[in-house]
């Protein structure tokens, strides 16, 4: 998939968007469910809003 669709949302980790998507699908529904299945946000800590923004997007539909 193009960066474009898909974009990096933890740089330190480099997990995209898709991943963070298929971790709420799979039952994630908070910061700290999404770093411990993806390892997301396990870094320098910069991508925490953007995670909280994807999930509240799945919350809100
Ligand atoms: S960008 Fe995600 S932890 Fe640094």
């Known amino acids: ?3 474009a669709d898909d974009p990096l949302i933890c ?3 480099r ?3 898709s991943a ?3 971790a709420a699908d799979q039952g994630c529904r908070t910061l ?3 770093r411990d ?3 997301a946000n396990t ?11 994807l999930l509240e997007s ?4």
């Open 1 to 3: 998939m193009p960066d």
């Open 43 to 53: 870094g320098c800590g910069d991508c925490a809003a953007d995670i909280e923004e």
């Open 20 to 22: 963070i998507l298929a």
């Open 11 to 13: 740089l330190c980790r």
């Open 37 to 39: 299945r993806t390892e």
């Open 58 to 61: 799945v919350r809100t539909g």
């Open 32 to 34: 700290a469910d999404v």
């Open 15 to 17: 997990v995209r968007e």
